[in-house]
């Protein structure tokens, strides 16, 4: 056999030419040689693979938050980056299944993760995890946050609760007496409610629905008492009176809420968000791992994209690589102890 060399940019490939017997024809390897030489090439010189679709996984079910967060921000960053990018939803395991997927992808900046609040809950709820949530991960930017809103049945009118400060002396007059609705276990809503209980010191019955469609209805009929929601679940309920919105996990009044007090002064240090940040396998460049960053703060920076996020009840963050490293190492220390404090347990 005959040995053919080429240089590409200082990469030294060999090709051989393969006779393959009895079929009486040669094939040569020198185009898939040449293109997987320069694949390989860009790769380690740590810049985007073009051509080759960036994907973004969702550890939720489509038509989510997460979801359509997540689709918002594919569509404006592959206008930045010129590239077509797919979202896939992996959902289950409160998000373990997409994030477990992209830990073990290839950091080529190809394939990215939409992670939410559970990402840093599930380091402590998962006793087991197959991937360290941080360490396995390189961070690109905090996307967005969205506050939520604690609300209640008309019933406990009857019990002299009309607020956070009313829930909270009632609360501790007459310990389980009162049940919050809980959409899914080890959620962001579900820890927001453990943690005020473990602020306030007080004991509220969970009540455990499979999803947040039913626990709202049941907290509409009455059957529940209070329960820790997304804006956009409850907001129309709330204008027709038809919930109490008792306050607000943000530190400041919301403006679709401007008269409901944040829950945080009448518990201070409260404060609870779900978030959405954008993350890649752990190993990428510090040059690819910038040029993500600052193309997806570059995409929600954008009026359009920002506006579409705020119709989903949530605010653009657009923050650096090393501001949502530091956020992400906190969130799972704090989530660690509501979730010790809990008992919780993943279903």
């Known amino acids: 056999m005959k040995h053919f060399s080429f240089v590409l940019n200082g990469l030294n490939c060999s090709l051989r030419r393969i006779s393959v017997q009895g079929i009486g024809f040669t094939c040569s390897l020198r185009?898939?040689?040449?293109?997987?030489?320069?694949?390989?090439l860009i790769s380690a010189q740590g810049q985007l693979v073009q051509g080759v679709p960036i994907k973004i996984l969702v550890g939720a079910p489509a038509g989510g938050t997460t979801d359509t967060t997540a689709r918002?921000?594919?569509?404006?960053?592959?206008?930045?980056?010129?590239?077509?990018?797919?979202?896939?939803?992996?959902?289950?395991?409160?998000?373990?299944?997409?994030?477990?997927?992209?830990?073990?992808?290839?950091?080529?900046?190809?394939?990215?993760?939409?992670?939410?609040?559970?990402?840093?809950?599930?380091?402590s709820l998962y006793p087991a995890l197959s991937f360290n949530p941080i360490k396995d991960f390189t961070p690109l930017t905090l996307v967005a946050s969205s506050p939520s809103v604690l609300v209640a049945s008309p019933s406990v009118i009857s019990l002299g609760i009309h607020n956070?400060?009313?829930?909270?002396?009632?609360?501790?007059?007459?310990?389980?007496?009162?049940?919050?609705?809980?959409?899914?276990?080890?959620s962001s809503l579900h820890m927001a409610g453990e943690e005020f209980k473990m602020r306030?010191?007080?004991?509220?019955?969970?009540?455990?629905?499979?999803?947040?469609?039913?626990?709202?209805?049941?907290?509409?009929?009455?059957?529940?008492?209070?329960?820790?929601?997304a804006l956009g679940n409850v907001?129309?309920?709330?204008?027709?009176?038809?919930?109490?919105?008792?306050?607000?996990?943000?530190?400041k009044p919301l403006s679709a809420?401007?008269?409901?007090?944040?829950?945080?002064?009448?518990?201070?240090?409260?404060?609870s968000s779900a978030w959405f940040g954008l993350l890649g396998p752990a190993g990428m460049s510090p040059q690819l791992q910038r040029e993500l960053?600052?193309?997806?703060?570059?995409?929600?920076?954008?009026a359009e994209t920002r506006e579409k996020i705020e119709m989903e009840g949530a605010t653009?963050?657009?923050?650096?690589?090393?501001?949502?490293?530091?956020?992400?190492?906190?969130?799972?220390?704090?989530?660690?102890?509501?979730?010790?404090?809990?008992?919780?347990?993943?279903?």
Not at 261 to 269: D, E, K, M, N, R
């Open 31 to 40: 185009w898939l040689v040449c293109t997987s030489c320069l694949l390989c």
């Open 200 to 229: 306030g010191k007080v004991y509220i019955v969970n009540i455990p629905y499979r999803g947040t469609a039913p626990a709202v209805q049941d907290l509409l009929a009455g059957q529940v008492d209070l329960m820790f929601a």
């Open 257 to 271: 809420l401007p008269n409901v007090a944040p829950i945080a002064q009448s518990l201070p240090g409260f404060e």
């Open 316 to 347: 653009v963050v657009a923050s650096t690589s090393t501001e949502f490293s530091r956020f992400l190492s906190s969130e799972v220390v704090r989530w660690g102890k509501v979730v010790t404090y809990s008992g919780a347990k993943p279903e």
């Open 293 to 302: 960053s600052q193309a997806a703060r570059q995409a929600l920076g954008l």
């Open 164 to 186: 956070t400060q009313e829930l909270l002396s009632y609360a501790k007059a007459h310990p389980g007496k009162l049940n919050f609705a809980i959409g899914a276990l080890g």
């Open 72 to 123: 918002i921000l594919a569509h404006a960053l592959g206008a930045q980056l010129s590239r077509n990018i797919v979202v896939e939803n992996r959902p289950g395991a409160g998000g373990n299944l997409a994030a477990e997927y992209v830990a073990k992808a290839p950091a080529d900046g190809n394939t990215l993760l939409m992670c939410f609040t559970s990402h840093a809950i599930n380091a």
């Open 235 to 251: 907001q129309q309920h709330i204008r027709s009176g038809k919930l109490i919105a008792l306050g607000v996990t943000s530190l």
